[in-house]
């Protein structure tokens, strides 16, 4: 999973508790994706990276924070997790610098909101 | 609004078949056109990608071809292998934003 880790890889939790999701890439690349995975739905940007305390929102970025203190780590936040955010979340990073910008994927983290 | 369709939803291929994946795509400004392979439990693992200046790439067993007027691409996969079978999912859109198609599953039977 081209050096990419994700913690924990399963997590059940209660709604309206906070959790945070944690990916930690070993590549030192600049780009780093949060994605959700949902059946009938394919891939879904969360937020994403561009670097150290630079991120931006995805597509579904509605209840969720990252943050990025260093290269490497890439935290998700759910504030208050709702049952609608019963998902398996993926990691991803990209170079960018090859100019392709080739995205690789992480194991994922199933998150499960009762 | 969906900036990527794929379709079929499902496909069954014998050993040895061709398997074709069909997407478009809204947006004529996205650049990059990447098609993933996922293992149940496992990550989605680049498999091929494709730069619209081109109308046709190929990698051993895998290939895209690509119509930009159309604002299509297809994944083929030749000789088919029961390994193969996954859940398949293009995506389009830019290095450093991708929309992704809601994927196809392929069964390749024996």
């Known amino acids: 999973d081209a050096g990419i880790t994700q913690s924990p890889r399963h997590k059940v939790t209660e709604t309206g508790t906070p959790v945070t999701l944690r990916c930690h890439q070993t590549e030192n690349h600049r780009y780093m994706y949060w994605y959700r995975q949902d059946p009938g739905h394919g891939l879904r940007l969360i937020h994403y990276s561009y670097g150290v305390k630079d991120t931006d929102k995805g597509e579904v970025s509605d209840g969720y924070s990252v943050s990025r203190s260093k290269t490497e780590d890439f935290l998700l936040t759910l504030e208050s997790a709702t049952s609608s955010q019963t998902s398996v979340y993926f990691c991803?990073?990209?170079?960018?610098?090859?100019?392709?910008?080739?995205?690789?994927f992480g194991p994922g983290t199933r998150l499960t909101v009762t | 609004q969906q900036q990527v369709k794929q379709s079929p939803q499902s496909l069954i291929v014998q050993k040895g078949g061709i398997s074709i994946i069909n997407c478009a795509y809204e947006?004529?400004?996205?650049?990059?056109f990447p098609w993933y392979q996922q293992f149940p439990g496992k990550g989605p693992a680049l498999l091929i990608a494709?730069?619209?200046?081109?109308s046709e790439k190929k990698e051993g067993r895998f290939t895209i071809s690509f119509n930009k007027s159309a604002k299509q691409f297809s994944l083929h996969i030749m000789d088919s292998q029961p390994g193969d079978s996954a859940t398949y999912f293009c995506a389009a859109g830019f290095p450093d934003g991708l929309n992704f198609g809601k994927g196809t599953s392929l069964l390749v039977t024996p």
């Open positions: 494709i730069r619209p200046d081109v």
């Open positions: 991803a990073i990209s170079d960018q610098a090859t100019g392709l910008g080739e995205q690789y």
């Open positions: 947006n004529t400004a996205f650049d990059y």
